[in-house]
């Protein structure tokens, strides 16, 4: 426990979940992903479908209809009914001395500063780092 090998288990064990994405996003298809896994599963490698097309990930490890299944339903029910604006992009944009260094969310990034959104609504969250360059 708490060895750096443990980190291993975090990243995905083949690149064809995340080749795929990329294509996906390209084509502007989003991946709503529901798994019922009683046993292992490489949630890291599954996980770049919904990760690189703005969709979202929900997991009910061992599945019981009695105490899952209202979960379940609900979620499903959201997803489905939501107001959702597709095939979206966002372009962030700093004034002279500043940068983004990092951003966050279930998008891909098209560019240095082009996110590509197959669908979007009222739970996308994205978030970025500034960094100040220039000494003033």
């Known amino acids: ?67 899952d299944g209202p979960r379940l339903e609900s979620e499903l029910s959201k997803g489905l009914t939501m107001n959702t604006a597709f095939e979206a992009v966002m372009r962030i944009r700093c004034t002279k001395g500043m940068r983004i260094s990092n951003f966050y969310g279930n998008f891909f990034i098209r560019g240095t500063d082009l996110l590509a959104l197959p669908n979007c609504n009222s739970d996308s969250v994205f978030g970025f780092d500034l960094v100040h360059d220039e000494q003033t």
Do not use: C
């Not at 083949?14 to 795929?20: I, L, P, R, S, V």
């Not at 490890?61 to 105490?67: G, I, K, L």
């Open 1 to 67: 426990m708490g060895t750096p090998e443990e980190s291993k288990l975090l990243r995905p064990s083949m690149n064809w979940y995340k080749d795929t994405a990329v294509e996906f996003s390209r084509a502007q298809i989003s991946v709503d992903m529901f798994l019922f896994p009683y046993a292992y599963i490489d949630v890291a490698a599954l996980a770049m479908l919904p990760k690189l097309t703005a969709g979202s990930l929900h997991t009910y490890v061992a599945f019981d209809p009695a105490t």
